[in-house]
T-cell receptor, first 114, second 111 residues
Framework: DGGITQSPKYLFRKEGQNVTLSCEQNLNHDAMYWYRQDPGQGLRLIYYSQIVNDFQKGDIAEGYSVSREKKESFPLTVTSAQKNPTAFYLC?????????????FGPGTRLTVL | AQSVTQLGSHVSVSEGALVLLRCNYSSSVPPYLFWYVQYPNQGLQLLLKYTSAATLVKGINGFEAEFKKSETSFHLTKPSAHMSDAAEYFCAVSSNNDMRFGAGTRLTVKP
């Protein structure tokens, strides 16, 4: 069963702690993306990666970091520098460069900072 | 820069009525256009996409959208709403190296 998996589904963090969100895909797509979703604001791009060992900042990269050591995996770390991290985080994958093809989304991780 | 405007953050229709969700875009180059649907606490699922072929695009679950270049619009329609259509709908515009999502429209279907 092909798709995008994200874990955990719900995550709670204390202020000042870093936390890593997992994203795995078995679609064999080159590109992967991380979005943040806040109520009434749609999706905003955090980071994206077109190929292994390469990634680019999106519109709201401050306070976040990523790695792309394997084609299948694109973890996102929310650092203590992110001032307002409580949000719904969505990972996606696609065949082509950003903006050229359909993106396939995972089920999301809801992060709450206590 | 590209942008997307979805008119109406909330739309309510009766079961069996026409669904019309509005999307206008701005782009300096011919864009790709998408409609995605999101059910509560889930990821987004593609409904349909326009990639410069036919201007009337048919998608899943009976939805369709028409690309109107003169109006820079890509409105989503469904002739007869079903209770299962209740969800949030996102319009997106993209071209090389950039993709923008609208703020979303929440569709409520009344019995």
């Amino acid at each position: 069963d092909g798709g995008i998996t994200q874990s955990p589904k719900y995550l709670f963090r204390k202020e000042g702690q870093n936390v890593t969100l997992s994203c795995e895909q078995n679609l064999n797509h080159d590109a992967m993306y991380w979005y943040r979703q806040d109520p009434g604001q749609g999706l905003r791009l955090i980071y994206y990666s077109q190929i292994v060992n390469d990634f680019q900042k999106g519109d709201i990269a401050e306070g976040y970091s990523v790695s792309r050591e394997k084609k299948e995996s694109f973890p996102l770390t929310v650092t203590s520098a992110q001032k307002n991290p409580t949000a719904f985080y969505l990972c996606a994958a696609g065949r082509g460069p950003l903006g050229t093809d359909t993106q396939y989304f995972g089920p999301g991780t809801r992060l709450t900072v206590l | 820069a590209q942008s997307v405007t979805q008119l109406g953050s909330h739309v309510s229709v009766s079961e069996g009525a026409l669904v019309l969700l509005r999307c206008n875009y701005s782009s300096s180059v011919p864009p790709y256009l998408f409609w995605y649907v999101q059910y509560p606490n889930q990821g987004l699922q593609l409904l349909l996409k326009y990639t410069s072929a036919a201007t009337l695009v048919k998608g899943i679950n009976g939805f369709e959208a028409e690309f109107k270049k003169s109006e820079t619009s890509f409105h989503l329609t469904k002739p007869s709403a079903h209770m299962s259509d209740a969800a949030e709908y996102f319009c997106a515009v993209s071209s090389n190296n950039d993709m923008r999502f609208g703020a979303g429209t929440r569709l409520t279907v009344k019995p």
